[in-house]
């Protein structure tokens, strides 16, 4: 699944601030045969700033437990 987050608008590119909620587990997502495939979600990625600029940071679940953490640069 993608969500475009940029968009050229009549005189510059700018960034769509649309907050997208998906549960932890058992996300159903029809394919395009119609069939349904259950997903859990295990991580995402963040954009800070203005488009072209700014900077990126992801958060993801530990593969061991419930915990999650989130990475930009060497900062964890």
Known sequence: ???KRFVQNQY???KVNTLVNFPLRGLEILDCKKQATKYRLFGNIIH??????????TQFKSACGE???EVSDLNV
């Open 12 to 14: 510059y590119m700018e």
């Open 67 to 69: 915990n999650w953490y």
């Open 1 to 3: 699944m993608r969500f």
């Open 48 to 57: 800070d700033g203005k488009p072209g600029e700014g900077s990126y940071r």
